[in-house]
């Protein structure tokens, strides 16, 4: 075998799966003295073009409880046609069809480069996918009329046979009816008043009318029309209609007064939207997609008042417990987004204004049912228009990069916990962390040489309506961390354990304040320094990492000023935002959320990423910045004047114009693909959007110790953080320390 | 000719009712006296002509009796006297009653800012009876006798005899009724009002659908929308209307003039009834025209499927009173409604009727509405200036007690069209809507009785809705409403000055004018008796009477109320023996010459549906025509309880209309066809030895068995018969505020039946005495009081 390294980007790309530790400790005991908990970053529906799907079904494990599939890594007996469970031990009888196989003979699930391998499998009804479109008017003119249009595109983006339903809201809310010819219909409710799922349905007349029954008539039963069908309509039937309607949208035309917002109902359009798909399609593929541009400012969900003099909620308000209406509403849209799940469909959130929205409330509606979250200033601003294009974005046979009404199982040997979630909406980049328990006592540890073994079942609705199965079967080696600790520390993936650790600092900050979580990330570096550092006692100037942790504490460095655990200057809604992001995606993008990646472009040399440093930032650059929500480009003092003056349009100085356009091109190559599309930031030496990079640079040089450094190359910012030397000289200090 | 008091001997049951009274003869006797001169009104305390009597008016200082009628046009001075005499003083008012072409429509007078003169304490208009004094600087007030500077802008110079120079320039000096025209201080929250709008609502559940009703409404709609009631001169109607459909669930439609087509909006939330858009609800008629006109196409299609049996009621008057609110308007809602609304929101019904409850304690309860919900939605509505005009078409009981409530307390109308078939109906409803939606209305509209001292306005029957004791509020009045207004002494009266009546009208014209229509009345007073019965006016009188009982049986047995009825008119007539009339034997039964039909009216009212009902009759049919004949005006409720029956085989050459007959089965020929009227219905009565002719031509089939009774208007036939009976029944039609169902009877048919429950002469088969045992009866009872 080759380096851990490899090992580990291996793993990745086979079978999406990057664990902490790629050998584990034995017991219970010894896990939790590894600091860094045994866990793991799934992407459970990681694209994968050399993996085609077979078309049947599993092989499961006979016992009830365990019902483990058939993989590499069980035993066969080919002469018996026989299996063994790896996880129960079970001896399973193969299933007739399997009746042919012998060693030169074997189905996919059985040869070791299927540890991922996915099933299609025919079980019940398909049922088409289903976009049920949420939309605010109370928006000004032009933000309307971008967002129709985007609606409008999206429809020829959608499968012909998706369902594709309409909600509008402003002061009231209106469920539209697509089914009609001529005068167009809609249902209408306050926007004042929460009903319960039941009075949704039948006020829409979605309830079945009770069978009357008839004495000495043969019942009727013709083809009744499905219920559903006034509000849910395939796409290639309303295409021209919803079109129209589309089109014919105005703005909220209650009049809004000097001084007061709108009035936007969200709380309960969203109820409704939940209620309607409830009652008509629970357990199948769909989206409720609301577009919003402001705050909910009326009835159940309402975040703030219409008064403008009252501004919507702070952090400072939050921490003084200030926040009105905040709990109230998290509680409405929680509620929602528990119905939601419950049913398998999911909620995806575009807020597009330039002040809040909301979204610390309505978190939970994308959080807890797999639903997108998509910031931005306006829905006449390419980061909207492209963004939500990207979500239809179809990947190599056509299809839709989306899967619906997920849900995953983890059989694992030795390890204990929950072991069923549901996702409802995934996409490929998708990527969960799953922490694990090692449940053997200290005194009854796994034989050495053992291996424990874990299987990821996702069960899922492919966008093509199929369900599929994808089932993922890894093992890794146990290992006794008192006599074998090297084993483990050089199976140490510092990059995995950095984003599940920055993944539970995230989730401790979404439940306690902020100090304590930064306390607590601290306390466990210095353990797990403490734990793998070599030094002497009380001498700093000894401490050394290995090289599977070197990279480790800057990692932390950056995660503890980054926006996830960071409130200063970002709007609750902002973390909501980033905090949304960073649980979601996959380990590089995490990482890049983490510790954003610089490049630097100069005449010097070809382009190179530099560090993220205040030392980086020199007058001869162009620098690149990616913080994966934006992308900064950052044109060093005297690249800046050239520019001014001009020299990039004299054809003698081409060679400037192609350093100008090298960063340019490289961040478009970004901003094509990502999701969400970033925010695009041009600034240059002084101007004031250049905040975004300097925010994020290792404060090396700042107006505290510029002179005393006396060097004259890099910037100084203007910032009381420590540096990452600081930093690391107190980790140091403290992880030595023989009194900790 | 009118003093001489009238003497009858004791009429015998022998007696052949030929002798008796004759209500034909005082009508004739009156058109014939005072048919053919006007009526000028210049004095104090004339009676009028009676309301048979086709007349003109002149106005010179009083109130045409077009717009006030009085039971007394000479009043007691005393309290005392008034209650000896038990003659009720009321007058009867029409404010805003059509007048014939041949006289002026009331002057619409502009006192500037500050509004129209009034007095400064009792707050009366400025009338032909204030008194001007200190060379036209002051005035005293007639009703209040308080002294009021005149504003410097309305200052004139009296002349020698202490008029006014400018009397005949100034409608509210010279004239009895005229308008002023409000200021902003006469407006609801200081803001001058919107122009009113009619809002469409129509019940599209399974019955209204199938019956036809739906589609025959949305044709009718698009013709009708131009016709609009519209100020004199203006080019079109300043009202807005607006349109909405419902079933158990609300459909409100948007016909902005922008839209290719109009919009569906539901709202199901009925329990929390609200208005779901802003503009385009109501609209311009000609701005809007092609999208209503797509809109009313296209209602009857959307339904035409619809499984829908339940309906609301109380939500559909809730959407238009909120969307009255929105608008900030007045204005009137019609609702097409089928059935008794049983869907689950605020103001759902149940089927309580009950036949076992006449003639007991509980009876009154058919009369009152099931639930006080909708009193106080009338309350609302009447806050809004909200009107409700409801047209039923039930197949069964749907509470017409509960659901005219509010209508009723707007001053809207009700018509009820049981057993609609578009066949048979149409005609009668499409006529009863026309007229409806084009007649005159106010809107938003408070009276005011104002009286000279001693006498006050104590009681007000009518359509109307009372948060004080003074004020009459209506969210609508048309030009058919009445209101009958009760007087009882507070002082004395003196016979120089007389007494006075000023009625105030505070309206929304239909163009969205704020105004004051102003009617004044001057009455005679006595200290003798005999002066009161020498002015009295019978049929006036039965109007009060009948809505007084009307009103009882909402509160006592009916019983009580007709024993309370029968002995109110004896004491009237025993007072008359004994204090007015000769010594006589006790044997003669004498009448004041103005009350001589009083008991052959009385006895009508006694028989009428609601006091005594026929097995046929159903509980909806009396609380309907209990709330009809509360807005009577005379002259409907004179024909109402006495119909006018007319021989249709006369001289075919003749103009006018055939005299009446009696309504006495006695009088009918078998050889004759006739025609019965009473503001509701009209009767074609065919003998059965009709010649075959006759038959032919007014029928078009060769015998009487040919005769169908299911025809619901006469064959238009080429031939002068058929011409002339037909120009009879339109020229009927037009008379009356409500177009008449007409009912082919034939003699001996089984028809026949209802048709004799309107012979008021005779006996009648749920119990009601014939005219002589009546007769007989009264003076019984007259002469117990006596002795």
Redesign the interface.
Request: avoid cysteine.
């Given at each position: 075998m080759a380096t851990y390294l490899e090992f580990i980007q291996q793993n990745e790309e086979r079978d999406g799966v990057r664990f902490s530790w790629n050998v584990w400790p034995s017991s219970r005991l010894e896990a939790t003295r590894m600091v860094v908990p045994l866990a793991c970053l799934l992407t459970p529906l990681k694209e994968r073009l050399d993996l085609p799907p077979v078309q049947y079904e599993p092989v499961l494990c006979s016992r009830p409880t365990c019902k483990a599939v058939l993989s590499p890594l069980c035993q066969v007996d080919y002469r018996a046609k026989l299996w063994a469970c790896n996880f129960c031990f079970q001896r399973n009888q193969f299933p007739p069809a399997y009746a042919g196989i012998s060693e030169v003979n074997q189905p996919a699930e059985l040869m070791p480069q299927f540890s991922t391998i996915e099933y299609i499998v025919q079980r019940g009804p398909q049922t088409p996918l289903i976009f049920l479109y949420v939309v605010d008017t109370c928006l000004e003119e032009e933000d309307l009329q971008a967002l129709k249009e985007s609606l409008q595109m999206s429809l020829s983006l959608l499968p012909a046979d998706a369902l594709v339903g309409l909600i509008t809201f402003g002061r009231m809310v209106q469920v539209h009816e697509l089914s009609c010819e001529g005068i167009s219909k809609s249902y209408v409710f306050r926007g004042t008043k929460d009903l319960t799922a039941k009075q949704i349905q039948d006020m829409l007349g979605l309830s079945r009318p009770a069978v009357p029954i008839q004495q000495g008539r043969p019942l009727q039963t013709p083809e009744q029309p499905v219920i559903s069908s006034r509000f849910l309509q395939p796409v290639h039937k309303i295409d021209m209609n919803l079109t129209d309607l589309l089109g014919e949208l105005q703005r909220d035309p209650w009049p809004v007064t000097q001084g007061k917002r709108p009035l936007r109902s969200t709380g309960v359009a969203l109820s409704i939207a939940v209620g309607l798909l409830e009652g008509t399609f629970p357990n199948t593929g769909a989206r409720i997609m609301l577009f919003t541009g402001g705050p909910p400012t009326q009835g159940p969900g309402m975040v703030v008042g219409d008064e403008l003099k009252t501004p919507i909620r702070s952090w400072h308000d939050i921490e003084k417990d200030n926040a009105r209406f905040m709990k109230k509403a998290t509680k409405h849209y929680e509620t929602l987004a528990n119905r939601t799940a419950a049913n398998g469909h999911c909620i995806d959130i575009y807020a597009c204004a330039l002040d809040q929205t909301g979204l610390l409330e309505m978190k939970c509606c994308a959080n807890l049912t797999g639903g997108h979250m998509v910031m931005g200033d306006s829905f006449n601003t390419s980061l909207f228009k492209q963004t939500f294009q990207r979500v239809f974005n179809k990947g190599f046979n056509g299809e839709f990069r989306m899967a619906f009404g997920a849900s995953l199982d983890v059989k694992e040997l030795g390890i204990g916990g929950t072991s069923q979630w549901k996702i409802c909406s995934l996409d490929p980049s998708t990527t969960l962390a799953i922490y694990f328990e090692v449940v053997n006592q200290h005194n009854a540890p796994i034989p050495q040489g053992g291996r424990g073994a874990v299987q990821f079942v996702t069960q899922y609705q492919h966008s093509s309506t199929q369900k599929r199965i994808r089932v993922t079967t890894i093992a890794r080696n146990w290992a006794d961390a008192q006599s074998q600790l090297q084993h483990i520390e050089a199976a140490f993936d510092q990059e995995a354990a950095a984003v599940l650790m920055a993944r539970l600092g995230v989730y401790r900050a979404e439940s306690e304040e902020g100090p304590d979580v930064l306390r607590w990330l601290d306390r466990q570096l210095i353990r797990l320094c403490q734990k793998f550092g070599q030094y002497n006692k009380d001498d700093p100037n000894s401490f050394r990492l290995s090289e599977s942790f070197s990279l480790y504490p800057q990692f932390m460095f950056h995660l503890r000023r980054s926006p996830f655990l960071q409130v200063f200057n970002n709007s609750p809604d902002e973390s909501s935002y980033y905090r949304h992001h960073f649980a979601r995606q996959d380990l590089t993008q995490s990482l890049i959320m983490i510790q954003p990646i610089l490049y630097a472009y100069s005449f010097h040399g070809p382009p190179e990423p530099v560090l993220l440093d205040s030392s980086s930032i020199l007058p001869d650059r162009i620098l690149l910045m990616d913080t994966f929500f934006q992308i900064v480009i950052y044109l060093g003092e005297t690249i800046a004047q050239w520019q001014k003056a001009g020299y990039q349009d004299m054809p003698e100085y081409e060679n400037f114009k192609h350093l100008l356009q090298a960063p340019l091109d490289d961040a478009q190559e970004i901003l094509q693909t990502r999701f969400p599309m970033p925010r695009y930031i041009h600034t240059e030496h002084g101007g004031s959007q250049a905040r975004f990079l300097l925010s994020k640079v290792n404060p090396s040089q700042t107006h505290n110790n510029l002179y005393a450094w006396g060097q004259e190359s890099g910037a100084p910012i203007l910032t009381d953080d420590v540096s990452l030397q600081v930093f690391m000289d107190h980790l140091k200090k403290l992880a030595v320390s023989s009194a900790s | 000719p009118l003093t001489s008091p009238l003497k009858l001997h004791y009429p015998h049951p022998q007696n052949s009712n030929h002798k008796l009274l004759s209500t034909i003869q005082v009508i004739e006797d009156d058109r014939s006296n005072r048919g053919s001169e006007p009526f000028v009104t210049g004095v104090r305390g004339q009676v009028p002509p009676l309301v048979t009597t086709n007349f003109l008016v002149k106005d010179q200082g009083n109130a045409s009796p077009r717009y006030i009628r009085c039971t007394s046009y000479n009043i007691p001075c005393t309290s005392d006297m008034a209650k000896q005499s038990q003659v009720p003083l009321a007058a009867v008012i029409k404010p805003l009653a059509t007048l014939p072409p041949e006289e002026t429509l009331p002057y619409l007078v502009d006192h500037g800012e500050s509004g129209p003169v009034r007095c400064n304490r009792c707050k009366a208009y400025m009338c032909p009876f204030m008194q001007f004094i200190e060379g036209g600087r002051r005035f005293q007030c007639c009703f209040c006798s308080c002294v009021t500077e005149v504003p410097p802008h309305y200052f004139q110079h009296l002349d020698h005899t202490g008029k006014r120079v400018d009397f005949y320039d100034r409608p509210e000096l010279s004239l009895g009724s005229y308008e002023f025209l409000a200021t902003v201080d006469y407006c609801k929250n200081n803001k001058f009002p919107s122009p009113p709008a009619f809002i469409f609502m129509i019940d599209v559940s399974y019955n209204a659908v199938k019956s036809g009703l739906v589609r025959l409404i949305c044709e009718e709609l698009k013709s009708l929308l131009d016709y609009l009631p519209r100020e004199g001169n203006m080019e079109e109607s300043a009202i807005r209307v607006g349109f909405v459909t419902y079933n158990k669930?609300l459909?409100?439609?948007n016909v902005k003039s922008s839209?290719a087509?109009?919009?569906?909006?539901?709202?199901?939330?009925v329990a929390?009834m609200?208005v779901?858009?802003?503009?385009?609800f109501l609209v311009n008629v000609n701005e809007s025209r092609t999208v209503i006109a797509?809109?009313l196409d296209?209602i009857p299609e959307?339904f035409a499927d619809t499984r829908e049996t339940e309906t609301v009621f109380a939500p559909v008057i809730q959407a238009g009173l909120e969307a009255l609110k929105a608008a900030e308007c007045s204005g009137k809602l019609f609702i097409f409604h089928t059935s008794l609304p049983i869907a689950e929101a605020p103001g759902k019904l149940k089927n309580r009727d009950d036949k076992k409850l006449i003639n007991t304690d509980k009876e009154k309860t058919l009369f009152q509405p099931q639930t006080s919900f909708y009193n106080n939605l009338a309350k609302d509505c009447v806050a809004q200036g909200c009107c409700v005009d409801l047209f039923l078409f039930p197949n069964q009981y749907l509470d017409v007690a509960t659901l005219g409530v509010v209508t009723y307390q707007t001053g809207g109308s009700i018509y009820k069209y049981a057993y609609f078939q578009v066949r048979t109906d149409q005609d009668r409803f499409l006529n009863d809507l026309r007229r409806d939606v084009q007649k005159e209305v106010g809107f938003d509209a408070v009276m005011r009785v104002r009286t000279s001292t001693g006498i006050r306005a104590t009681d007000f029957f009518g359509a109307f809705y009372m948060s004080n004791t003074t004020d009459v509020e209506m969210a609508g009045l048309d030009c058919d409403k009445t209101i009958t207004v009760e007087f009882k002494h507070d002082d004395k009266l003196s016979e120089d000055s007389g007494a006075l009546l000023q009625c105030a009208l505070l309206y929304t014209s239909c163009a969205g004018q704020r105004r004051l229509r102003i009617h004044n009345l001057s009455l005679n007073c006595c200290t003798q008796l005999a002066d009161l019965y020498r002015n009295c006016e019978t049929d006036t009188l039965i109007n009060y009477l009948a809505k007084y009982a009307y009103r009882g049986v909402l509160n006592s047995p009916v019983k009580t109320v007709r024993d309370a009825l029968i002995n109110q008119c004896a004491q009237i007539l025993a007072c008359y023996r004994k204090n007015c009339a000769s010594p006589s034997s006790a044997g003669q039964l004498i009448l004041p010459e103005c009350m001589k039909l009083l008991p052959v009216y009385l006895n009508c009212v006694l028989k009428s549906d609601v006091l005594q009902p026929g097995p046929e009759v159903t509980t909806d049919d009396r609380a309907y025509i209990r709330q009809l004949v509360t807005s009577m005006d005379v002259a409907e409720t004179n024909v109402f309880f006495y119909p006018r029956l007319l021989p249709l085989v006369t001289d075919v050459d003749s103009d006018s209309l055939p005299a009446a007959i009696r309504n006495s089965e006695e009088r009918l020929s078998k050889g004759d066809i006739y025609l019965l009227e009473n503001g509701l219905n009209i009767f074609v009565w065919v003998g059965v030895n009709v010649q075959q002719g006759l038959i032919q031509n007014l029928f078009g089939v060769s015998s009487f068995s040919q005769i169908s009774s299911d025809l619901s208007t006469l064959p238009v036939l080429e031939n002068p018969f058929s011409k002339k009976v037909r120009s009879i029944v339109d020229m009927l039609q037009v008379q009356r505020s409500r177009y008449m169902k007409l009912i082919i009877v034939k003699q001996e048919d089984k028809l026949e039946m209802l048709f004799k429950h309107f012979l008021v002469e005779d006996k009648s088969l749920s119990g009601g005495a014939s005219y002589v045992d009546f007769l007989c009866h009264m003076h019984k009872e007259i002469r117990q009081l006596l002795s």
């Open positions: - | 669930v459909h409100f439609y839209l087509q109009p919009q569906m909006m539901v709202v199901s939330d929390d609200f779901p858009l802003l503009d385009g797509s809109l296209q959307m």
